[in-house]
């Protein structure tokens, strides 16, 4: 899923544990689930944000000369205003759209 075209609040919400955690019976192993995808969607947004700003990059080692570039300060505050990695997992493991199992479970059942 695109994370900038997430319906993710931008603001936290306080979530129901139990009825979160029902699909896995585990509160910890749903926490886990959530934890993992928004590691990976934050490393999507820092490499999205690094190839993004790699565009404006100064190689001249001259400190005198510090200026300040609108479109550089624009892409950055889009990034900042996004709903946080956390936030966008959450969303997503709440409408059913991700994907994960347990090997230890699935080792039981053969």
Do not use: C, H, W
């Not at 979530?15 to 934890?35: A, F, H, P």
């Not at 570039?69 to 624009?74: S, Y």
């Not at 997503?92 to 699935?106: I, Q, S």
Request: aromatic fraction near 10%; hydrophobic fraction near 30%.
């Amino acid at each position: 899923m695109d994370y900038r075209k997430s319906n993710a609040a931008s603001n936290t919400i306080t979530r129901d544990m139990m009825t979160l955690s029902e699909d896995t019976g585990n509160v910890y192993e749903t926490v886990r689930i959530i934890s993992k995808r928004s590691n990976q969607i934050a490393v999507e947004m820092k490499q999205d944000l690094d190839k993004k700003l790699q565009e404006f990059a100064s190689y001249n080692d001259n400190l005198e000369e510090v200026f300040e570039n609108r479109e550089q300060i624009e892409i950055s505050r889009y990034y900042e205003k996004l709903p946080k990695p956390t936030l966008i997992a959450a969303q997503e493991y709440t409408e059913g759209k991700l994907y994960y199992r347990n090997p230890n479970k699935d080792k039981d059942n053969f």
